[in-house]
């Protein structure tokens, strides 16, 4: 059942309204009994029963004015619980969640206006703009797809991955995977494992560690009149590569060809759903094959921590 306000022309108007003498609401545009029932914390059924002059509880009209039922709280206080598992938000929701609502959408460059924790008019334009650049459904309503795309899976919470490296079927990828850093192995092939067993792609791990001087080498394809596109804008211990904690993949097709037209989106939420970081999440350069473990380090610091010899054994850098 729809229960949209409707304009105070309207021929459904329900006559006067009595004198209100408990906390009163006055009725603004877009609301729906339902959504004024939430914003106070109060079910359905309590605001129909404070309010039985409103005969038809489908039509109620801007400007009128409402009772609210004992309990009610302030709006501003009715927010929605940012812990909850990716709550849906629309316009009039507000709250610490829709604070990390606003800040995504700023993230991926679009201007939700103040990051005030409140679904105004501004925030839903930045969600319907953002939900059109992704290919999403364009209805304003931030779902667990916008969630998703936006970076936040709450449906998919992180689970630290333990155990041990496994095979993958394939040794190309077995082999990279051994050089990685130790602490990243057995979430690098359980990610391509995983990703075979729930989407039946099999991946390829293109690239893993690769060290200083590769990564000068690369930075100089397509660079002083070397051949070749430029691929990256970091030089030797500037990618985490070159730490071994990142490595790209991408779909090995059945006849042993490798294609990066590939399902990205669900590769990389399983990815995330590992503690993984998915550079397809990147705003600026998106790096879509590319999946990194960094414990926290920037570049910067791993770099610092290679040059004063903080190393393990293995010679691999020291994350503790
Ligand atoms: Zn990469």
């Known amino acids: ?71 009610a709280v302030s709006p501003t206080t009715a927010f929605v619980d940012p812990a909850g598992p990716t709550p849906t938000l629309e316009r009039r929701d507000r709250g610490p969640v829709v604070t990390q609502l606003q800040e995504g959408l700023h993230n991926a460059g679009f201007n939700p206006g103040a990051v005030d924790g409140i679904f105004g008019a501004r925030t839903e334009q930045a969600v319907r703009a953002f939900q059109a650049s992704r290919d999403l459904d364009v209805d304003g309503i931030v779902g667990r797809d916008t969630w998703s795309a936006l970076g936040r899976s709450g449906d998919q919470p992180v689970a630290p991955v333990t155990g041990d490296v496994v095979a993958t079927g394939d040794a190309v990828t077995d082999r990279r995977i051994q050089g990685l850093h130790p602490e990243v192995r057995a979430v690098a092939s359980q990610f391509v494992q995983r990703v075979e ?17 590769e990564q000068d080498a690369l930075y100089a394809q ?54 993984l970081e998915w550079g397809g999440r990147w705003t600026g350069l998106v790096d879509r094959p590319h999946f990194q473990m960094d414990h926290g380090f920037s570049t910067g610091q791993l770099r610092e921590r290679v040059n004063s010899d903080n190393l393990r054994a293995d010679g691999f850098v020291n994350l503790d």
């Not at 009595?18 to 609301?31: E, F, G, I, K, W």
């Not at 067993?197 to 001087?213: P, W």
């Open 1 to 71: 059942m729809a229960l949209t306000a409707v304009s105070a022309d309207s021929t459904t108007h329900q006559g006067h309204d009595p004198s209100l003498d408990t906390p009163a609401y006055t009725v603004q545009q877009r609301d729906t009994l339902s959504t004024i029932a939430r914003d106070h914390g109060v079910t359905l059924k309590a605001m129909r029963d404070a309010n039985p002059q409103v005969l038809n509880p489908d039509v109620i009209y801007p400007g009128q004015a409402l009772r609210l039922p004992e309990g």
């Open 222 to 275: 397509g660079r002083n009149g070397n051949p070749g596109p430029i691929v990256t804008n970091a030089r030797g211990g500037q990618s985490y590569h070159n730490y071994g904690v990142a490595f790209d993949v991408a779909e090995l097709r059945p006849d042993g060809n490798v294609s990066w037209d590939t399902d990205w989106e669900a590769i990389g939420r399983i990815g995330e759903s590992m503690g």
């Open 197 to 213: 067993q729930e989407l039946g792609i099999q991946l390829r791990v293109t690239d893993g560690f690769r060290s200083f001087a």
